[in-house]
């Protein structure tokens, strides 16, 4: 098949489009940012997997295309939303596409609110190495899947087997069918919670296998799924950790008597690895056996990404954007220094305005007297959404409350100020640029 995909640069397009590239289609695309960046990474990569990359000006669609597929962020003004339906191609929306990719596999999907990326890219690193062969389309890009043709966020291999990571965004996962799903966790983030424990339900109920959640999830608890195998902590469950030892860039624990190491910190991160282990059992794989490569995974990028670390210094990038996420972060990095500066990008101003309230309750709990938050300006990819917020709303409530945090209106303003802390983490969605961020700050420091 010849393939469109417009916003080709975005991390779930991008995955399967490299994807359906690398399983034999012709596979053309566009980006607003790649016209903006034309010597961006990825969009070397795809180029490198032999994907056409075109200006998103609706000129490189026409009828010779079989469909044309359309991220979730391109609005119906777009040229190349024009150009599709003038030239009559077929179009699907990027989630609509990902469930016709679903239903062709035997497909384990990854859902939840917080974690998805690095236990969908967990388990099917963790499948490779035990020889599942399996195939992977995630949301973040996997250090260990990376080649100069692949960003590290699809595998096309050769078994019947597909990793997914099922973005509940959208309101989409509800259009899956897969094989077996695996729920980690409920909380607020693109939806109201009993919204997206609806959808939760819908997908349980259309998973043709075992549902795999979290018994530790009180708003999980809400939900109606039938007969779902369980992982733990706290509570009983068919796969409980038990003795387990949080290190500052590691975590140990056992589940029935078989002892595990995993290489990332952070209660997170073992609620991530328990629930690979729980279908990892379901699959027929023994716990040894998975033990014994558990902790060669190196993670995810831009999930806890340490770019400086020399016993002194410390400059962390993260992916945590909701206000559960930025908890889990905040309690792991109290584990690691006494005084941290956050440095957070909010991430759209749709998502900014529904969380703003969760942002204000996450810090306001997780900082300290030794810490400071610093908000960057509201991150903005482009399109029409309406600028009625600012990170200053976040950070005015958070000093009324005796916190330090302040709202920076260029990133300059923070190399003002570099010498004041020893560690820092900067951490945000959707832009790449925050690594950079952070490895300036380390050069900074350096």
Known sequence: MKIFFSGIGGSGVSAIAGFTAAKGHEVFGSDRLFDAHPE???????????????????????????????STAVERSNPDVIAA???CVPTRT??????????????????GTSGKSTTSGLLAYLMQRLGLSPNFIGGGRVKQFRTDKNPGNYVADSSEHLVIEACESDGTIVEYEPQHTLILNLDLDHHSIEETGRMFDVLSAKTSGSVHINADDLNLKLCSISGPRTFSIANDSACRAGEIRFYPFSTSFVVQDQQFQLSLPGRHNLYNALACISVLSGLGISLREIAEV??????????????????????????????HKIRSLMETMRAVRDSICYIFQPHGFGPTRLMKDGYVSAFGQGLRASDRLVLLPIYYAGGTAAKDISSDDIAGPLRASGKSAVAVHDRKEIFGFLQEFDAYIVFGARDDSLSDLAEEIAKSLK
């Open 40 to 70: 961006h990474p990825v969009k070397r990569r795809l180029q490198a997997n032999g994907v056409v990359i075109v200006p998103q000006d609706g000129r490189g669609i026409d009828r010779s295309f079989d469909l044309a597929v359309f």
């Open 85 to 87: 339906e003038t030239s």
């Open 94 to 111: 990027r989630p609509e596409y990902l469930a016709e990719i679903v239903s062709a596999y035997r497909t384990i999907a990854v859902a």
């Open 294 to 323: 558990l902790p060669d995974f190196t993670g995810i990028e831009r999930r806890f990404d340490i770019h400086l670390n020399d016993g002194r210094r410390l400059v962390i990038d993260d992916y945590a954007h909701n206000p």
